[in-house]
């Protein structure tokens, strides 16, 4: 692992006493929403499209997505999509119930669905209206244990050996960002 010149001697054998590589995803992310704590949005860092950017492309997803569960309903608050698979934007929303995002909150989903369509066949999932191969999602906890709603990623395809714990590392960094006041007690 190589640690670059911009980092001085002594932070560059820290860093590699630490197997910190500034370059990693998850420093990465970590470094985007302290740095941009601030925001106009009221529920959302302003860094979370980046986030989500860079999640869908480390793992090789079509799209990622930040869904608020509130009032019944599953709100779509942020999206990042491949430039070929525009099928969710901002402020969609539907009936909680309807929704992947809930079952996985409750736990009549898993997760990590390396290939969601036998969930569809069977019913255990809801058809989307478009092919969904993985599925990855994991619920945003606030500190109270209270559930804003849920970190999620897709692909049209499958994808052997999808990394939840990326999904889960982000979803807790984001949870401490968020106002408690936006959140559902749903736990």
Same mark, same amino acid.
């Given at each position: 692992?190589?640690?670059?010149?911009?980092?001085?001697?002594?932070?560059?054998?820290?860093?590699?006493?630490?197997?910190?590589?500034?370059?990693?995803?998850?420093?990465?992310?970590?470094?985007?929403?302290?740095?941009?704590?601030?925001?106009?949005?009221?529920?959302?860092?302003?860094?979370?499209?980046?986030?989500?950017?860079?999640?869908?492309?480390?793992?090789?997803?079509?799209?990622?997505?930040?869904?608020?569960?509130?009032?019944?309903?599953?709100?779509?608050?942020?999206?990042?999509?491949?430039?070929?698979?525009?099928?969710?934007?901002?402020?969609?929303?539907?009936?909680?119930?309807?929704?992947?995002?809930?079952?996985?909150?409750? +736990?009549?989903?898993?997760?990590?669905?390396? %290939?969601?369509?036998? *969930?569809? $066949? =069977?019913?255990? !999932?809801?058809?989307?209206?478009?092919?969904?191969?993985?599925?990855?999602?994991?619920?945003?906890?606030?500190?109270?244990?209270?559930?804003?709603?849920?970190?999620?990623?897709?692909?049209? +395809?499958?994808?052997?050996?999808?990394?939840? %714990?990326?999904?889960? *590392?982000? $979803? =807790?960094?984001? !949870?401490?960002?968020?106002?408690?006041?936006?959140?559902?007690?749903?736990?």
């Amino acid at each position: 692992m190589a640690y670059g010149p911009h980092l001085g001697p002594s932070l560059r054998l820290f860093c590699m006493f630490l197997d910190y590589n500034p370059d990693d995803l998850d420093v990465t992310i970590s470094e985007l929403l302290v740095a941009t704590s601030d925001s106009a949005d009221p529920d959302l860092p302003a860094a979370v499209p980046q986030v989500l950017q860079l999640l869908r492309t480390r793992l090789g997803m079509d799209v990622a997505f930040v869904s608020q569960i509130t009032d019944g309903r599953r709100i779509i608050k942020a999206v990042d999509s491949a430039p070929d698979c525009s099928l969710l934007e901002p402020g969609m929303s539907d009936p909680v119930e309807e929704s992947w995002c809930q079952r996985v909150v409750e +736990g009549r989903l898993p997760e990590v669905m390396q %290939d969601a369509k036998p *969930y569809v $066949a =069977s019913g255990k !999932a809801p058809d989307p209206g478009f092919p969904i191969g993985t599925h990855l999602s994991t619920p945003v906890r606030l500190a109270g244990g209270a559930v804003y709603g849920t970190l999620c990623c897709f692909s049209r +395809g499958v994808h052997a050996g999808a990394d939840i %714990d990326r999904l889960r *590392y982000t $979803a =807790s960094l984001l !949870a401490t960002k968020l106002a408690p006041a936006s959140a559902v007690v749903n736990r």
